[in-house]
């Protein structure tokens, strides 16, 4: 039994020598198939670059992409050439973000469509944030090619591309505008004059007891400074005085807008051209008002 213990191990251990029992190693040679088995891809022959591979089971195939064994690829490919836009072009002189073309990007989802894998939200911000670093160029410097490639980050259809029907001055030279706040609703006719302002037929300050009233109701003008250049013919009705104030301010606004489109910006920035859709709350039955609750006694 221990003899043919020994006759099993030992071919696995080596050559053991009887007078000082030192390992021996054995010495295997291989066969020409087996050597051909054992190498793991042929020599490269440098001198006939062009030839196929002598076997092309075992050659290496390179990536496409540097980014291929990464865990989003095409994303990161796509982010790759972008950065590399920016440093192409960062040297050409741009404009404000509120006189950057407005432009309808593609969402979160339609990204994640467009790359083909999904996309984390806060790496969708920074492709976001270079595409708009690229739209603040001068448009008259922008470079065809940049023009291409920012195309397909952009939606199939430019919500910013179809402008609302704006009025026209008619043949007084007026133009008019409307808007609305809370319960109130106000109508201006706006005409190049001197800076009077009528409310109802009355001067502002016996319309508006309130200097706060007052300052919004004219806010428009004032903020592009225009005070002295329009004369203001505003109808108001319904709600307070705060609610026809600021309605007053919303078609002051508009009809400014008719006269001059190109204050737009500065007057997105003082915000008077988006309607406050906000509005006083409902009372509840059971309720003293909207939300206060009656006082509990104890029964």
């Known amino acids: 039994m221990k003899s043919n213990l020994v006759s099993a191990i030992?071919?696995?251990?080596?050559?053991?020598?009887?007078?000082?029992?030192?390992?021996?190693?054995?010495?295997?040679?291989?066969?020409?198939?087996?050597?051909?088995?054992?190498?793991?891809?042929?020599?490269?022959?440098?001198?006939?670059q062009h030839r196929?591979?002598?076997?092309?089971?075992?050659?290496?195939?390179?990536?496409?992409s540097p980014s291929y064994f990464s865990g989003r690829p095409k994303f990161t490919d796509n982010f790759l050439q972008l950065q590399a836009l920016l440093r192409r072009h960062e040297h050409l002189p741009t404009v404000t973000a509120a006189y950057a073309p407005r432009v309808a990007w593609r969402?979160?989802?339609?990204?994640c469509l467009l790359v083909g894998e999904p996309v984390p939200a806060s790496k969708y911000h920074r492709v976001m944030g270079i595409l708009k670093r690229l739209n603040r160029?001068?448009?008259?410097?922008?470079?065809?090619?940049?023009k291409r490639s920012m195309e397909i980050y952009k939606r199939d259809t430019d919500t910013w591309s179809h402008d609302r029907m704006r009025g026209e001055v008619d043949a007084f030279g007026r133009a008019c505008g409307i808007g609305r706040r809370k319960s109130s609703t106000a109508k201006v006719f706006l005409v190049q004059g001197e800076g009077k302002v009528l409310v109802n037929g009355k001067s502002i300050n016996s319309a508006f007891g309130r200097i706060h009233d007052r300052e919004s109701a004219l806010w428009g003008l004032k903020a592009t400074g225009r005070m002295d250049r329009y004369n203001v013919w505003a109808l108001a009705s319904g709600g307070g005085s705060t609610g026809q104030a600021e309605a007053i301010t919303l078609a002051v606004a508009k009809a400014l807008l008719v006269h001059e489109p190109d204050l737009k910006p500065a007057l997105r920035r003082a915000g008077c051209v988006?309607?406050?859709?906000?509005?006083?709350?409902?009372?509840?039955?059971?309720?003293?008002?909207?939300?206060?609750?009656?006082?509990?006694?104890?029964?």
């Not at 196929?52 to 496409?64: D, E, L, M, Q, S």
């Not at 969402?107 to 990204?111: I, R, T, V």
């Open 10 to 48: 030992q071919p696995r251990l080596g050559f053991r020598c009887p007078q000082c029992y030192t390992r021996t190693p054995v010495s295997r040679t291989l066969t020409t198939t087996a050597r051909k088995t054992a190498i793991a891809a042929p020599e490269i022959d440098f001198s006939h």
């Open 137 to 146: 160029i001068l448009p008259s410097m922008v470079p065809p090619e940049l």
């Open 274 to 299: 988006t309607r406050n859709p906000k509005r006083v709350e409902r009372k509840k039955p059971g309720r003293l008002k909207a939300r206060k609750m009656p006082p509990w006694v104890k029964g």
């Open 107 to 111: 969402d979160h989802a339609q990204y």
């Open 52 to 64: 196929p591979p002598p076997n092309p089971g075992n050659a290496r195939v390179i990536p496409a």
